[in-house]
C-alpha cells in the first residue's frame, strides 16, 4: 500500500511561473487536504476537498487553487507563484466518517518542498 | 477561535530520561486532541489522540494528559530513545460541531535526545 503519495518532492520555480502539485491516495479516503509548513509554524490548511468535485478554502487559501477531479487524486495548483509561497506542502487524507476520532487515522504524503525565486 | 500553541520550541533530554512536551489551546469547545510527530523530512504521524470527556490516555511508553481548567495538554514519553528524535505536534479541533476543515495545529517541539 503506498498511502499518500505526492509529486513531485523537490521544486525550484521562479516567480510568476505555475505549476501543479498532485496528491494520490489509495486508501479510498473521502476527505483530503493541503497544508503548508513554514519554518517555526505549524501546519496551516490551504484547500481541502470532502469528496470528488468538491472543494473548499482553508485557512490561507490565496494564490492557490486546487481541484478534485477523481477521488484519489488532490491537485493544488499555483497560477502565479510568489516568494511567499517558499514552503513545505504537505497532502493528507482520511477516509471521513466519525468525527473528530477520524483525525486519528489522517494520513500525511511526505511533502513536497518548494523554492520560488 | 482555535489557537493552539506550544510552551517551548526546542527540548533536549538526555536518553532513558522522560520527556514531557506542553501545549496550551485557547477555545474551551474544542472536542479532541492529537499529537503527532514529524522525523526529519518525512510528514507527521499519529502518535495518540485524547477526548475532552478524558483527563488521561495512555499508549505505548507515551501518555497525553489533559487539563480542560487551563486549557493545557502534554505528551509525556518514558524512557526516550534516540528514534524519538523528531518535531512534536499538537493539534485540536477548531470547534466542538464538527467539521471536515481539518485540525489546528500548534507550531511544534523539536525533542532532541542527548546521548
Known amino acids: 500500500n503506498a498511502g499518500v503519495t505526492q509529486t513531485p518532492k523537490f521544486r525550484v520555480l521562479k516567480t510568476g511561473q505555475s505549476m501543479t502539485l498532485l496528491c494520490a491516495q489509495d486508501?479510498?479516503?473521502?476527505?483530503m487536504y493541503w497544508y503548508r509548513q513554514d519554518p517555526g509554524m505549524g501546519l496551516r490548511l490551504i484547500h481541502y476537498?470532502?469528496?470528488?468535485?468538491?472543494?473548499a478554502k482553508g485557512e490561507v487559501p490565496d494564490g492557490y487553487n486546487v481541484s478534485r477531479l477523481k477521488k484519489q487524486n488532490f491537485l493544488l495548483g499555483l497560477e502565479s507563484a510568489a516568494p511567499s509561497q517558499t514552503s513545505v506542502y504537505f497532502c493528507?487524507?482520511?477516509?471521513?466518517?466519525?468525527?473528530?476520532?477520524?483525525?486519528?487515522?489522517?494520513?500525511f504524503g511526505e511533502g513536497s518542498r518548494l523554492t520560488v525565486l | 477561535g482555535e489557537s493552539v500553541g506550544l510552551h517551548l520550541p526546542t527540548l533536549s533530554v538526555q536518553e532513558g530520561d522522560n520527556s514531557i512536551i506542553n501545549c496550551a489551546y485557547s477555545?474551551?469547545?474544542?472536542?479532541?486532541f492529537i499529537w503527532y510527530k514529524q522525523e526529519s523530512g518525512k510528514g507527521p504521524q499519529f502518535i495518540i489522540d485524547?477526548?475532552?470527556?478524558?483527563d488521561k490516555r495512555q499508549g505505548q511508553r507515551v501518555t497525553v494528559l489533559l487539563n480542560k481548567t487551563v486549557k493545557h495538554l502534554s505528551l509525556q514519553i518514558a524512557a526516550t530513545q534516540p528514534g524519538d528524535s523528531a518535531v512534536y505536534f499538537c493539534?485540536?479541533?477548531?470547534?466542538?460541531?464538527?467539521?471536515?476543515?481539518?485540525?489546528?495545529f500548534g507550531k511544534g517541539t523539536h525533542l532532541i535526545i542527548q546521548p
Open positions: 485524547i477526548r475532552s470527556n478524558m
Open positions: 477555545n474551551s469547545a474544542s472536542d479532541y
Open positions: 493539534a485540536g479541533t477548531p470547534n466542538s460541531g464538527g467539521g471536515a476543515d481539518g485540525l489546528t
Open positions: 486508501m479510498n479516503h473521502e476527505y
Open positions: 476537498s470532502v469528496g470528488e468535485g468538491t472543494t
Open positions: 493528507a487524507s482520511v477516509k471521513g466518517r466519525d468525527f473528530p476520532s477520524m483525525y486519528g487515522e489522517l494520513f
